[in-house]
């Protein structure tokens, strides 16, 4: 019998038995029960979770803020009897500090408990998954609860680590910048990945790394200039990826960012058409970029991508290139067909002239 999925898939990438906890622990703070080791344990849990499923988890604990707490029943007849013994004291409970409390209400459905909670964070977020549930405030819909996320950013700024901003930077260029254009959300993110204190360890993480994630956080830093000086560095990178927008920069002499979509209407004898085309940002670069060299050291790239982006350039400056000739002798044992017809063109127009 094939098991029964929906129950899984309804917590969106939350698991069902942490979600059920998370109600749990909202609950007992509601009334007033919940202690300090309880809570801990639970942040700790939530950490792991990928930054983009913490959404989802703001909804469950919207959802839990929401409903009304259970009334307990009546005490029977035997608990009143019982309660009339001599007990031995409870073991008091720790207090839960209104910093630790103020992650669980950064989701409260009340704009003035998610202020107070921005207010009260003492805590800069170690983990993507805290960073993306402080984001998602400055980014809130109340405009006075957006101000108080922003100014506790500002706040704890300085202490949030690097591997916490790599980590969220992925989400934010793909989904926010990408799909949805919002530039505005992603700047405190470059923010954190700018910081004179750990740009070092940024650039060499994006030199020497494999990971997926430096393609997407190399598409996010070209929206700001502190990438400009080090673009002739990033041609030596190990991911393909971050050579080719180094190089497609370095050669436009401007970085590109595809920040959402916009209609493009078409007339034709049918009618007008409207279709979805991506929305670039463009900017110029802030260093004068070698065209020549660029495309001596791109054109023997071991990756065909990259060998593409030196072909398309070829063609954009082949008026304004010297050594035309040396550059296209380049391309002679090229195994790529598409690389090949790009070449072939200049040649042809070459004799043409």
């Not at 809130?140 to 916490?164: C, K, N, Q, Y």
């Not at 700001?224 to 190990?238: E, I, K, Q, Y």
Request: aromatic share 4%; with cysteine.
């Amino acid at each position: 019998m094939q098991e029964n999925t929906w129950r899984k898939g309804s917590t969106a990438g939350v698991p069902a038995g942490l979600a059920i906890r998370l109600d749990g622990a909202i609950h007992a703070l509601r009334a007033g029960s919940l202690d300090a080791g309880t809570l801990d344990t639970l942040l700790a849990d939530l950490d792991p979770i990928s930054p983009e499923a913490a959404q989802q988890v703001a909804r469950l604990c919207t959802a839990s803020f929401r409903y009304g707490l259970p009334s307990d029943a009546a005490p029977t007849l035997l608990t009143r009897l019982l309660a009339l013994r001599k007990s031995a004291p409870d073991t008091p409970r720790q207090t839960v500090s209104p910093g630790g409390a103020a992650w669980l209400r950064l989701c409260h459905p009340d704009g003035f408990v998610r202020e107070t909670a921005l207010q009260a964070l003492d805590d800069a977020p170690r983990t993507a998954f805290r960073l993306a549930l402080l984001l998602l405030r400055v980014n809130d819909w109340v405009p006075e609860v957006a101000a108080a996320g922003r100014a506790a950013f500002e706040r704890l700024a300085p202490a949030i680590p690097l591997s916490a901003a790599q980590r969220i930077a992925p989400m934010i260029a793909n989904h926010y910048v990408k799909r949805r254009g919002r530039v505005d959300l992603a700047a405190p993110v470059i923010a954190l990945l700018t910081r004179d204190e750990t740009w070092p360890a940024l650039l060499c993480w994006l030199t020497t790394s494999t990971d997926e994630a430096v393609a997407p956080v190399m598409r996010l830093l070209l929206l700001s200039d502190r990438l400009d000086a080090t673009l002739p560095r990033l041609l030596t990178a190990r991911h393909y990826l971050v050579r080719a927008l180094a190089a497609r920069t370095l050669m436009s002499g401007n970085a590109e960012v595809v920040v959402g979509r916009t209609q493009k209407i078409e007339a034709g004898y049918s009618g007008r058409h409207a279709s979805s085309v991506p929305k670039l940002v463009t900017r110029p670069i802030t260093i004068a970029s070698d065209v020549a060299g660029t495309l001596r050291q791109v054109a023997q790239d071991r990756a065909t991508a990259v060998r593409k982006i030196a072909a398309d350039g070829l063609i954009a400056h082949r008026d304004r290139l010297d050594n035309l000739d040396g550059l296209l002798a380049l391309f002679d044992k090229e195994p790529n067909a598409a690389i090949r017809e790009r070449v072939d063109f200049i040649r042809r127009r070459r004799a043409c002239l």
